[in-house]
């Protein structure tokens, strides 16, 4: 068996590693003993609030005693540390505690999104390897348990199937025999001695600070996503300079409303960052704005984490209910907003409507996390999307040719820093190489963003120059959804791009030229087929343009700059045709 905390993972050079260490960036604690100290100096205190229908209050004991007792079962089961486990669970308490129990036995946890379905499952799954994976039963409609069975009788490492049932439902245990019962994973010790004794087992399977915490899913730009690799070391960084950009602290109750496998709402500083710090975590399995307000006001929430589509909609909730909704955020202190770019216009409304700070983030799960601080002016806040959280970031802008261009030209964004990783995981047996796109040899990240840094050293989101699709901050590969269209059949060519939407900032949008003698597609019958390829309903293609033939660049690739305008022009046509049609 691999062992990915050192196989596959691409270190920090070793020189750089001694700075960071010396420099007291990396603590050389991993994260459990790190969190065990907040709890055990404060046991009786409330660490984590599932506001949900489970409506679960955990203190900081119960949480820790939880956690340990999980990580004894999942060695009873059978898994060792370094062993993966796919994560794929709405926002509850179970997540946290399943969470900190990889933490503390060194299972590491891959964090797969509750909207991905069996294409992108089996591709994480396989690419880890995982031996486990933990799963509702069934979540809006959708049958988990049923496909995590079909996943582990098709891969031959996937043992394991850890099913939570639904807590709303009569019935809440799994419903297929070979399915352990994740509540039951994840429930507290019998009793002291127990308890006792998996704090002793646990405390001795701490893992190294440097070996790997958590496996992260890149937003990807060529085919299928790559897998992230965090250190205990690197990540409690992530945690502890995110919590001192928003000035976090032990009063703090943060709302994780976004799926919380992502490292904005999980590390930046999220679900993990607030426990660190001493404050609590309250899990929403929804932004919905009516719930979510109503949590903020009866859970006293002081800081929350959206995208942008997420913030609009709460601006325009508290804007439509005016004093009401005032009175019901009067805690929030700080709104986060990143994951995609936040329009100027709406920027400027989230604190007269929310009455919060407005926070702008600008990160990514392979490391850097830029923002605007609490005390910035007013424009920095509504125009920027920040600067980096510590002080050893390095971020350049460069041109085509890798040289720097000066502040206030647009560039492309390469960066390196404490937690930053140098490379992708790449699983045994596969060619390096091939895991290192995006990386420079001497070891920068190129986001793939372009970037204008102003001279106070705060970044604007100008554009970028990946292949990607940033649907409300859902990031999709455009390379992926061709590849897809292609397997559905009936093209000679096939590009996706990203189409304007004044909701979500982009959609899908796919120009393809039928292969002769197939019958015309329909968008619906595209859908319909994304559905049965087993794709997350978010990278379902939402326009579909038959065209004849694709313009070409220079070089002879399909220009996606030229459809990417002619998409946007054809909406403005059909938004001023529809205009004029009612009679406006
Ligand atoms: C966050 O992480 P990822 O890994 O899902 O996506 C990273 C990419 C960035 O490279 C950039 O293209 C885009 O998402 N992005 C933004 C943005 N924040 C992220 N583009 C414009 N404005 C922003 N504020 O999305 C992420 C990770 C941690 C914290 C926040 C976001």
């Keep these: 068996m691999s062992c990915p905390s050192r196989d596959g993972v691409v270190p920090w050079p070793a020189d750089v590693a001694v700075r960071y260490r010396a420099a007291g960036y990396w603590e050389g604690r991993p994260l459990g003993d790190l969190l065990w100290e907040v709890a055990?100096?404060?046991?009786?205190?409330?660490?984590?609030?599932?506001?949900?229908?489970?409506?679960?209050r955990l203190t900081r004991r119960e949480l820790s005693q939880r956690a340990d007792a999980a990580a004894r079962r999942l060695l009873d089961l059978g898994l060792r540390p370094d062993d993966r486990l796919l994560v794929q669970l709405p926002n509850g308490w179970e997540f946290v505690v399943l969470t900190l129990a990889c933490l503390r036995s060194g299972v590491i946890p891959v964090m797969a999104l509750p909207a991905h379905r069996k294409h992108e499952l089996t591709h994480l799954a396989s690419l880890s390897q995982a031996r486990a994976i933990a799963?509702?039963?069934?979540?809006?409609?959708?049958?988990?348990?049923?496909?995590?069975?079909?996943?582990?009788?098709?891969?031959?490492?996937?043992?394991?199937?850890?099913?939570?049932?639904?807590?709303?439902?009569?019935?809440?245990?799994?419903?297929?025999?070979?399915?352990?019962?994740?509540?039951?994973?994840?429930?507290?010790?019998?009793?002291?001695?127990?308890?006792?004794?998996?704090?002793?087992?646990?405390?001795?399977?701490?893992?190294?600070?440097?070996?790997?915490?958590?496996?992260?899913?890149?937003?990807?730009?060529?085919?299928?996503?790559?897998?992230?690799?965090?250190?205990?070391?690197?990540?409690?960084?992530?945690?502890?300079?995110?919590?001192?950009?928003?000035?976090?602290?032990?009063?703090?109750?943060?709302?994780?409303?976004?799926?919380?496998?992502?490292?904005?709402?999980?590390?930046?500083?999220?679900?993990?960052?607030?426990?660190?710090?001493?404050?609590?975590?309250?899990?929403?399995?929804?932004?919905?704005?009516?719930?979510?307000?109503?949590?903020?006001?009866?859970?006293?929430?002081?800081?929350?984490?959206?995208?942008?589509?997420?913030?609009?909609?709460?601006?325009?909730?508290?804007?439509?209910?005016?004093?009401?909704?005032?009175?019901?955020?009067?805690?929030?202190?700080?709104?986060?907003?990143?994951?995609?770019?936040?329009?100027?216009?709406?920027?400027?409304?989230?604190?007269?409507?929310?009455?919060?700070?407005?926070?702008?983030?600008?990160?990514?799960?392979?490391?850097?996390?830029?923002?605007?601080?609490?005390?910035?002016p007013d424009d920095v806040v509504t125009t920027t999307q920040g600067r980096p959280v510590h002080e050893a970031d390095e971020v350049r802008v460069v041109d085509a040719w890798d040289r720097d261009v000066p502040d206030g030209t647009p560039g492309a964004l390469l960066t390196r820093g404490p937690y930053t990783p140098r490379g992708y995981y790449s699983p045994p047996g596969s060619p390096a190489e091939q895991y290192a796109t995006a990386f420079t040899d001497d070891g920068w990240y190129g986001s793939g963003d372009v970037v204008v840094r102003r001279p106070d050293g705060n970044l604007v989101v100008h554009g970028r120059d990946k292949d990607m699709i940033n649907r409300g901050g859902e990031k999709i590969s455009a390379e992926e959804v061709e590849d897809l269209v292609y397997r559905a059949g009936g093209v000679d060519l096939a590009a996706?791009?990203?189409?304007?939407?004044?909701?979500?900032?982009?959609?899908?949008?796919?120009?393809?030229?039928?292969?002769?003698?197939?019958?015309?597609?329909?968008?619906?019958?595209?859908?319909?087929?994304?559905?049965?390829?087993?794709?997350?309903?978010?990278?379902?293609?939402?326009?579909?343009?038959?065209?004849?033939?694709?313009?070409?660049?220079?070089?002879?690739?399909?220009?996606?700059?030229?459809?990417r305008a002619d998409v946007a022009t054809r909406l403005q046509h059909a938004q001023s045709a529809q205009t004029v049609g009612s009679g406006a």
């Design 40 to 56: 055990d100096a404060h046991p009786d205190e409330v660490a984590v609030v599932d506001a949900g229908p489970a409506q679960v």
């Design 135 to 376: 799963v509702p039963s069934v979540l809006r409609g959708f049958d988990h348990e049923a496909l995590a069975h079909e996943l582990a009788d098709e891969l031959g490492d996937l043992e394991h199937v850890l099913v939570l049932g639904a807590p709303d439902q009569d019935d809440d245990a799994p419903r297929d025999a070979r399915s352990h019962d994740l509540g039951a994973l994840l429930a507290p010790p019998t009793d002291d001695d127990e308890a006792a004794t998996d704090r002793v087992v646990a405390d001795g399977l701490a893992p190294a600070a440097d070996a790997v915490a958590v496996l992260l899913i890149s937003g990807g730009t060529t085919g299928l996503p790559k897998l992230i690799v965090r250190t205990h070391d690197d990540y409690a960084l992530n945690l502890r300079a995110t919590a001192a950009a928003v000035e976090l602290g032990r009063d703090d109750v943060y709302l994780g409303t976004l799926p919380a496998s992502h490292n904005f709402p999980l590390a930046c500083p999220g679900v993990l960052g607030v426990l660190l710090v001493g404050g609590r975590a309250v899990m929403l399995p929804s932004p919905e704005p009516v719930r979510a307000f109503a949590t903020i006001e009866s859970e006293g929430v002081t800081v929350s984490a959206a995208v942008p589509a997420v913030a609009q909609r709460w601006v325009d909730h508290a804007t439509e209910l005016g004093e009401e909704a005032r009175r019901q955020l009067r805690t929030l202190r700080a709104l986060q907003v990143g994951g995609s770019r936040l329009p100027d216009e709406y920027a400027a409304r989230v604190k007269p409507a929310l009455g919060a700070t407005l926070q702008q983030v600008f990160g990514m799960a392979e490391g850097l996390i830029n923002t605007t601080r609490l005390d910035d």
């Design 496 to 563: 996706a791009v990203a189409m304007p939407d004044p909701v979500l900032g982009e959609r899908v949008c796919v120009y393809v030229v039928p292969s002769a003698g197939s019958g015309v597609m329909s968008l619906e019958q595209l859908k319909a087929a994304f559905t049965d390829l087993g794709v997350a309903a978010y990278k379902t293609p939402e326009r579909l343009e038959v065209v004849a033939e694709l313009p070409m660049s220079k070089v002879g690739k399909i220009d996606k700059k030229a459809l």
